[in-house]
C-alpha cells in the first residue's frame, strides 16, 4: 500500500525557517517524481515544488513555482525513502497545509499534509 | 501560464441527480495532461481522472471525463452521499508547472 507521511509542521515566526520530510513507503521511490502542493485551509491548491527520481542517473531535475523560488528548497534521500522541503524566508503566505504527492503528469498518491503557520 | 478556472463555484444537487463540472483553460491544453481530484473535509485529495477521460484505480464508473482544447468536464451521472465534496481539476504545462483550478464545491441541496 502506497502511503506518504509527512511530518515537520508548526508555527514559525515570519523570517524563520522550518524543513518539512515526507516518509513514502510502500513503492519505489527512486522511481517517482516527487512534489509538493500546498493549501490554504478552505481554499484552493497551489504546486510548490517538483524533484525527479533518480538524482544518481539523471541528476535532479527540480522546479519551483514562482512565489517560493530562492526562499524554498526541495530534495529527497532515496536511501532513507523521504523527501524534504527547506523553506526559508517564511512570510505570513506561506500558511498553508502542505503535502507530498506522487506522479509525473498526475499526482495519483497524497499525503494527510503537514499544516505550517507562520506568525509573530 | 495557463490559468484554469472551474464553474460553478458551488453546484447545489440532491442524491441521484447528475452533476456537471466545468474546467476552462486560458489556452489550449493537450488533453493527456488534465486531471480531476475530489477532497472530503478534513481528508487529502484524490485522484479521480486523468488524461481527461480515463479513471483512476478504484474510481467508480459514476465518474467520467471529457472535453479538448480549453473545455473540460467532469461528470458524475447519479450523486451517491460520498460524493459530496470540493472537485479541482489540474494541468501539467511546460517549464513544467502543475496548474490547478479553484475548485467546485458539490453540496446537498
Known amino acids: 500500500e502506497v502511503q506518504l507521511v509527512e511530518s515537520g509542521g508548526g508555527l514559525v515566526q515570519p523570517g524563520g525557517s522550518l524543513r518539512l520530510s515526507c516518509a513514502a513507503s510502500g513503492f519505489s521511490f527512486s522511481d517517482y517524481w516527487m512534489h509538493w502542493v500546498r493549501q490554504v485551509p478552505g481554499k484552493g491548491l497551489m504546486w510548490v515544488a517538483r524533484i525527479d527520481g533518480n538524482s544518481l542517473i539523471h541528476g535532479s531535475n527540480i522546479n519551483y513555482a514562482d512565489s517560493v523560488k530562492g526562499r524554498f528548497t526541495i530534495s529527497r534521500d532515496n536511501a532513507k525513502n523521504t523527501l524534504y522541503l527547506q523553506m526559508n524566508s517564511l512570510r505570513a503566505e506561506d500558511t498553508a497545509v502542505y503535502y507530498c504527492?506522487?506522479?509525473?503528469?498526475?499526482?495519483?498518491?497524497w499525503g494527510q499534509g503537514a499544516l505550517v503557520t507562520v506568525s509573530s | 501560464e495557463i490559468v484554469l478556472t472551474q464553474s460553478p463555484g458551488t453546484l447545489s444537487l440532491s442524491p441521484g441527480e447528475r452533476a456537471t463540472l466545468s474546467c476552462r483553460a486560458s489556452q489550449s491544453v493537450n488533453s493527456r495532461y488534465l486531471a480531476w481530484y475530489q477532497q472530503k473535509p478534513g481528508q487529502s485529495p484524490r485522484l479521480l481522472i486523468f488524461?481527461?477521460?480515463s479513471r483512476a484505480t478504484g474510481i467508480p464508473d459514476r465518474f467520467s471525463g471529457s472535453g479538448s482544447g480549453t473545455d473540460f468536464t467532469l461528470t458524475i451521472s447519479r450523486l451517491e452521499p460520498e460524493d459530496f465534496a470540493v472537485y479541482f481539476c489540474?494541468?501539467?504545462?511546460?517549464?513544467?508547472?502543475?496548474?490547478f483550478g479553484q475548485g467546485t464545491k458539490v453540496e446537498i441541496k
Open positions: 488524461g481527461t477521460s
Open positions: 504527492a506522487r506522479g509525473k503528469i498526475t499526482l495519483d498518491y
Open positions: 489540474q494541468q501539467y504545462g511546460t517549464s513544467p508547472t502543475w496548474t
